[in-house]
DNA sequence: CTAATTATTTATGAATTTATATTATGTAAC
DNA sequence: GTTACATAATATAAATTCATAAATAATTAG
């Protein structure tokens, strides 16, 4: 047991919890999204097809974990990343999981 | 809903399966561990202080999901990583979540 | 000004899944 | 037989997801 053990796990504990946040596709499609530039629910609710309230949920933990803020503007309210660790690892994970795809047979 | 609607999900849950095993403080140091070179259970066990079932269950999960790799000499079996998405993101999550800290007040 | 509508959040709860620990047993190499 | 590791079985707890319903806030219509 290294004498560092301690604050690597602390480090550990807090990559987990933003892993935790990033591990769900809809909140991940969310944040691929919202990583383009500001967005309003409505717009992400139609880029999505999941339903108004379970959006609703999933862009509450996004704001709880810090990882985006809101703006109002009348009726809308728009979202935005704010977490510089949350632009980082979805570059990261967009490299390893959205490469050009090999062509298809068909 | 965009024409590449299914792709992009087809990315976000093969992204989220990935994630969902880094979630995990033990498999995160163990990855953190095995990234820095080949090791064995003992030495994993002894940097790690958790039971030998739940070690070996922790890199039998790794195991499955195509993270590592193992190899035996003699009595001893030598665990490392293969996944190139995992030493990727590894690294974007050591650059993010283990910077060095900022100076202890005492 | 009031009522209705739109946009979004919050609350509640059930169903399911996942996680974790423990104890015990199995196996391969020595 | 012992060491190193894996697997199985089980129990328990905790977290996640999703649907439904109710609430709030801003806007528009009458």
Do not use: W
Request: charged residues 25%; aromatic residues 6%.
């Amino acid at each position: 047991m290294p004498h560092d053990f301690k604050q690597i796990y602390a480090s550990a504990n807090r990559a987990c919890s933003f892993l935790k946040v990033l591990a769900n596709p809809d909140r991940l499609v969310l944040l691929c999204r919202l990583a383009e530039g500001e967005c309003c629910v409505s717009e992400l609710e139609s880029a999505l097809n999941i339903h108004q309230p379970t959006l609703s949920q999933q862009l509450g933990i996004l704001r709880e974990e810090g990882l985006v803020t809101t703006r109002r503007e009348g009726k809308h309210i728009f979202y935005r990343v704010i977490s510089l660790e949350s632009i980082a690892i979805l570059k990261a994970l967009q490299t390893q999981f959205c490469k050009p795809r090999p062509p298809e047979p068909h």
